[in-house]
T-cell receptor, first 114, second 113 residues
Framework: KAGVTQTPRYLIKTRGQQVTLSCSPISGHRSVSWYQQTPGQGLQFLFEYFSETQRNKGNFPGRFSGRQFSNSRSEMNVSTLELGDSALYLC?????????????FGAGSRLTVL | DQQVKQNSPSLSVQEGRISILNCDYTNSMFDYFLWYKKYPAEGPTFLISISSIKDKNEDGRFTVFLNKSAKHLSLHIVPSQPGDSAVYFCAASKTGANSKLTFGKGITLSVRP
């Protein structure tokens, strides 16, 4: 069974640009969550999608957005990049969107903003 | 507002000894708790979980203890092995629809050979 796949693994952007990250969940998993990991801040919740609908959202500015497709694949977009957006962006999938599910994470997309 | 707190950023333990990783939470609505382990350049991997109806859950060398009155949980690793060296994240959630998993900042465990 293939795991959660995130692309690209590494990318470098400059301030003001925008970026799109992609996530393919485990087959059969319908919920996709996104987290941002920065040194000293742990994993900060960005948003969760289930059945193409955003079910939950963290405390991030509107520059951070996402969507989910009918095949459960998800993308997140960050517009007008800032230096502070440099982080590891992690995608995780689970069967559904109840709180008792174990999330399975991908390896992450490492974004560097120069 | 940090609802899940891992106050010690790092822990160093001798191989073969016990590692005890602590976690505190502030939201009394949390009823499901998990530990994840993360190696560099990899995503976090699930280690062990516990529901609030239990106070202990064991899986091989890993045991998680939950003290609901103190809003505290701990992960015990016995015996510790060098391969256990990683960042450990505590996480908590409320069961029910549309509930998110809230993570602590992580503890870096180093197991010395």
């Amino acid at each position: 069974k293939a795991g959660v796949t995130q692309t690209p693994r590494y990318l470098i952007k400059t301030r003001g640009q925008q970026v799109t990250l992609s996530c393919s969940p485990i087959s059969g998993h319908r919920s996709v969550s996104w987290y941002q990991q920065t040194p000293g801040q742990g994993l900060q919740f960005l948003f969760e999608y289930f059945s193409e609908t955003q079910r939950n959202k963290g405390n991030f500015p509107g520059r951070f957005s996402g969507r989910q497709f009918s095949n459960s694949r998800s993308e997140m977009n960050v517009s007008t990049l800032e230096l502070g957006d440099s982080a590891l962006y992690l995608c995780a999938s689970s069967l559904d969107h109840s709180g008792a599910n174990v999330l399975t994470f991908g390896a992450g997309s490492r974004l560097t903003v120069l | 507002d940090q609802q899940v707190k891992q106050n010690s950023p790092s822990l160093s333990v001798q191989e073969g000894r016990i590692s005890i990783l602590n976690c505190d939470y502030t939201n009394s609505m949390f009823d499901y708790f998990l530990w994840y382990k993360k190696y560099p350049a990899e995503g976090p991997t699930f280690l062990i979980s516990i529901s609030s109806i239990k106070d202990k859950n064991e899986d091989g060398r890993f045991t998680v203890f939950l003290n609901k009155s103190a809003k505290h949980l701990s992960l015990h690793i016995v015996p510790s092995q060098p391969g256990d060296s990683a960042v450990y994240f505590c996480a908590a959630s409320k069961t029910g629809a549309n509930s998110k998993l809230t993570f602590g900042k992580g503890i870096t465990l180093s197991v010395r050979p």
